[in-house]
């Protein structure tokens, strides 16, 4: 009885699942059909820090030791002009940031692995009899018998090869207790009906920030680097969302 119930309501789970998912993905295409023959929007120009998620960035911090001044001294300490140093230093400050991402990795893999077990047991002789004591019968020759096989193999390799270069203004978020700076930078580019978008964030230095106030993407503590894109053309590369769908919940 139990599973005939199971047997039912399990079609019914799988509906209900998809009907789900096909309603949450009918907002982003109601979106779609508004701007359906149009370019695609580009987002606002907002504070980073007022997005829905947005956390402090934590990290283990040294203790906090006193800034110290030359006496006498037109130059302060680790200042780069004569008057004022134009590098990023304070919350909204803005630096540009070089993205110089290289990348490249071949890697290959071959596993193979084969076990096979016997066993068998049985009785030919007891204690020189050929019958079993008192029942005048003869003794079974196989009490147990079995045998296993396994076998598994598997090949894989990767050959990657990346390459960014690109340049972003970003705006500093945060200074930490130890001096170094939370940066986020975010650029979109439409080109006819395809909008491009690069996503830089990070811990930087001071000391690495170069007289004419840029870093390079190399001295990024935490970088999170995101490049892509939404579009018409990124739509056509995707899969149908009925797909990604069936995708997701069909087991098989």
Do not use: H
Request: proline share 6%; with cysteine.
């Amino acid at each position: 009885m139990l599973n005939n119930v199971l047997a039912i309501l399990r079609p019914r789970s799988v509906l209900g699942i998809t009907l789900a998912a096909s309603l949450l993905t009918g907002c982003s295409a109601f979106e779609r059909l508004k701007t359906l023959g149009e370019q695609p929007p580009l987002s606002a120009i907002e504070n980073p820090t007022s997005r829905a998620g947005y956390k402090p960035v934590q990290m283990p911090m040294p203790p906090t030791q006193l800034a110290s001044y030359s006496p006498n001294s037109l130059w302060r300490n680790g200042s780069r002009a004569f008057f004022k140093d134009q590098r990023a230093n304070r919350v909204g400050d803005i630096l540009t940031i070089t993205v110089n991402f290289t990348d490249k990795a071949i890697i290959a893999n071959n596993t193979s692995r084969t076990r096979a077990n016997a066993e068998d047991s049985g009785v030919d002789n007891f204690f020189g009899k050929q019958k079993l004591p008192l029942l005048n019968k003869a003794l079974p020759t196989r009490i147990f018998k079995a045998d296993s096989t396994s076998s598994s193999e598997g090949n894989g390799s990767i050959n990657r090869s990346e390459n960014l270069q690109t340049t972003v203004a970003a705006v500093v978020t945060q200074v930490l207790p130890n001096g170094n700076l939370v940066v986020e930078g975010k650029q979109e580019i439409r080109v006819n009906f395809e909008v491009r978008e690069l996503i830089v964030a990070g811990v930087v230095r001071p000391e690495d920030i170069q007289s004419d106030n840029t870093i390079d993407s190399s001295k990024i503590a935490q970088a999170r680097i995101a490049y892509g894109g939404r579009g018409q053309i990124t739509d056509v590369q995707q899969p149908r969302y009925g797909q990604q769908v069936l995708d997701v919940v069909l087991p098989f």
